[in-house]
């Protein structure tokens, strides 16, 4: 298990949101709503790499229930037949004119993509487990409740959609809304989930530019429950992720995802970076059905990849997600343990003289071996020129001394050009 864990929170502010949001609808009290998304074409950034269809020849999530805690699933063509259930457990609005969206302000569909989102030929976006099906828990209206914290929650409503969710067969419950507030309710439901088997996953959250003391998130604080963090497409650590209590990393920075009433569109914060890994754990839990929750847990933060500062570190954890070698990788229950220090073994004389004397007939045979080559070369050689030479009159012997004849000691001097010439 690893180390308990500290903060983290949810992405989206109403800002943050916003970087999910395009134009405003002429409707007012729809204004503050997320617009429908564009076509896009393009694989993602994120989805290249973490690659998790790299596993689906294995698994795609079938018969898996990942329930979605956050502001609720509008409808996109994507995500079409993957809901099996939906409620909301969210406080009233308290616009006197609510917008009547299923999801206003987009966090929940978004998530809802990244785990189950649809394949369509022509569109390179889907979600990590697309046979993976959805329950819809809806823990925020049209705005995040006032009086807390950014973007939050308070904890009794996140009970409350951990309970349903529990009581529907949820096997992975997703949390990228939270509350930074602890209550007892709170911690009896994610005790009741983790006692019926489920893995829940939640999001650390994302600091605010003018926070002045370390919040604490929850459910990701509570033991036994995966704390995620969010990277950016260079695979470091987004700068709004919160440095303390994560488990694992996955991308959430301008990642491509659904929007309500159709089409794809970015989103920001470690919400959707938790949505990965839900979607990651969905994967595992087909193909391994075996597994409890926590071996799920141990599995998906051992197969994590390598990160910049280490295992353990406060803004990676254990590292950055890895479906694949989730689902794949073989592993081991035993702890891991120091090996013994080596021992040379002692030789035998009897074995060892038997040894000395199989070398000395080796290197002999290699000398007895050279030898023959180098006479067979030698016999080859005179067969081959033999004749020939006695036909050339070739003849053995010394070559003849050179004669040195003497030189004049006194030489004369040259003669001059044209010295004739008078």
């Not at 819809?136 to 409503?157: I, Y």
Request: net charge negative; hydrophobic share 45%; charged share 15%.
């Amino acid at each position: 298990m690893a180390p308990r864990k500290l903060p983290r929170a949810l992405l989206a502010a109403a800002a943050g949101i916003a970087t999910v949001v395009a134009a405003p609808s002429a409707a007012a009290q729809q204004s503050q709503c997320v617009q429908p998304g564009a076509t896009v074409t393009a694989a993602p950034w994120a989805q290249q790499l973490l690659a998790p269809e790299r596993a689906w020849p294995m698994t795609t999530g079938a018969g898996q229930k990942v329930a979605v805690l956050s502001t609720g699933t509008g409808a996109n063509p994507l995500l079409q037949g993957r809901i099996a259930a939906q409620t909301s457990v969210a406080p009233a609005d308290t616009g006197t004119e609510p917008s009547g969206k299923p999801d206003c302000l987009g966090l929940g569909t978004g998530a809802a993509g990244l785990i189950a989102g649809q394949r369509v030929t022509g569109i390179g976006f889907h979600g990590v487990a697309p046979d993976a099906q959805l329950l819809s828990v809806k823990v925020a209206g049209d705005e995040f409740p006032h009086g807390l914290p950014t973007n939050t929650v308070l904890p009794d409503t996140l009970a409350a959609g951990i309970n349903w969710a529990v009581d529907h067969g949820a096997t992975v419950i997703a949390v990228p809304t939270i509350s930074y507030l602890d209550s007892a309710a709170l911690h009896a439901a994610v005790q009741r989930a983790l006692g019926a088997n489920i893995v829940v996953v939640a999001a650390t959250g994302d600091r605010g530019s003018n926070e002045q003391v370390p919040l604490v998130p929850f459910p990701a604080s509570y033991d036994d429950v995966i704390g995620v963090g969010s990277i950016d497409q260079t695979g470091v650590v987004a700068q709004t992720s919160r440095p303390s209590a994560v488990d694992i990393v996955a991308p959430g920075e301008n990642v491509l995802t659904t929007y309500p009433d159709g089409g794809l569109g970015p989103a920001v914060g470690t919400g959707f970076a938790t949505a990965y890994v839900a979607g990651t754990v969905a994967l595992v839990r087909a193909y391994r059905p075996q597994l409890s929750n926590q071996d799920i847990e141990h599995r998906i933060l051992a197969a994590a990849a390598p990160a910049p500062e280490g295992v353990g570190s406060a803004n990676y954890g254990y590292g950055v997600l890895n479906p694949y070698a989730a689902v794949l990788d073989s592993m081991t229950g035993a702890a891991p343990a120091a090996l013994p220090a080596y021992t040379p073994p002692v030789a035998n004389p009897a074995e060892k003289a038997r040894e000395d004397a199989e070398n000395s007939s080796a290197r002999l045979a290699y000398l007895l071996a050279a030898a023959g080559a180098a006479l067979a070369v030698l016999l080859v050689g005179a067969i081959a020129f033999g004749a020939r030479g006695r036909k050339r009159r070739w003849r053995g012997g010394l070559a003849t001394v050179p004669v040195d004849l003497p030189e004049d000691e006194l030489p004369e001097p040259p003669v001059q050009l044209f010295a004739d010439r008078q």
